[in-house]
């Protein structure tokens, strides 16, 4: 009996050991997406959505479209402005032509009334006749030149008006811009979209970051950019381990999270830090717990 209570104890003794032993997690804290909300650049109703939560989707995939029909009718209607406006250069065009010529034949009838005038074959009231038409037909020719550079600017802004409705069709079209999983779905198809008002968040989630609090005292034990141990909750109750990344450490202080219990804790000053891991299985998912083991 006494021999059995030895073993008994020897046993209870090394377990404590070897509990003793295991190094305790340096930092504890939740796992984070860095997350993207993405909103609507036209208003309308919307005719098509296919996205639904957990939803994989790539780079530049139209996933949607709002109704275009008002801008359409508008596009069509300054493209008849447009040659309606147009139509103009060919009377214009042509009274220039006719004025140029007229032009030409004054400028003869006054070289020549210029040349009888010095022979004195010519009255000065004769001469100055013909250049007074002869300036009236220039600025005639002026009027006319300026009237068809005020339509080509005319014709300028209402294709800058239809290049803007141009493009406020393309924004119609929903086109998701960066790759990854759709978190929070926040529109429907049949809703009114509104510029500026998410239609939905989505994150990468082949990477999580770990977000914890370490003390002052701790600072020393990190660097930007070293490998950490992760430990995250495994099967009957053991512990997987994950190899992190620590891409940032806050540059100020802070009281400790409220969610810490304790009023002891709460009023410490701690430092936020992130640690990137990989998820590339998926078995990571936002808000679980993990562990940080520091190497040093």
Not at 140 to 155: G, H, T, Y
Not at 247 to 258: A, D, L, R
Request: proline share 2%; with cysteine.
């Amino acid at each position: 009996m006494t021999h059995k209570i030895l073993i008994l104890l020897l046993l209870a003794s090394l377990i404590t050991s070897c509990k003793n032993d295991e190094k305790q997690s340096d930092a504890f804290g939740n796992f984070e997406a860095d997350k993207t909300f993405i909103s609507a650049e036209a208003m309308g109703k919307i005719l098509e959505f296919r996205i639904e939560e957990g939803d994989i989707i790539k780079k530049d995939e139209i996933i949607g479209q709002i109704d275009t029909l008002d801008l359409y009718y508008k596009k069509l209607q300054l493209k008849s402005q447009i040659e309606a406006v147009a139509a103009n250069f060919i009377e214009i065009n042509s009274q220039l032509e006719v004025q140029k010529q007229q032009l030409e034949n004054i400028e003869i009838q006054k070289n020549r009334t210029a040349k009888l005038h010095k022979e004195k074959a010519a009255t000065q009231q004769q001469l100055d006749n013909i250049n007074g038409q002869y300036n009236i037909a220039e600025k005639q020719i002026v009027a006319i030149e300026s009237k068809r550079n005020a339509l080509n600017k005319q014709i300028e802004a209402m294709r800058n008006q239809l290049k803007e409705i141009e493009l406020n069709i393309s924004k119609c079209t929903i086109v998701n811009p960066v790759t990854g999983s759709i978190l929070n779905k926040l529109a429907m198809k049949g809703e009114m979209a509104m510029p500026g008002k998410p239609l939905y968040s989505l994150a990468d989630l082949t990477y999580l970051n770990l977000k914890a609090y370490i003390s002052g005292s701790q600072l020393s034990k990190i660097k930007l950019g070293e490998n950490i141990n992760v430990l995250i909750d495994g099967p009957d109750n053991s512990l997987l381990e994950k190899e992190g990344k620590l891409i940032w450490i806050s540059s100020s202080s802070e009281f400790t999270p409220k969610t810490i219990q304790t009023r002891e804790e709460r009023v410490n000053l701690v430092y936020a830090i992130k640690v990137r891991v990989e998820n590339a299985d998926g078995s990571l998912k936002i808000g679980m717990p993990g562990e940080l083991v520091f190497n040093n």
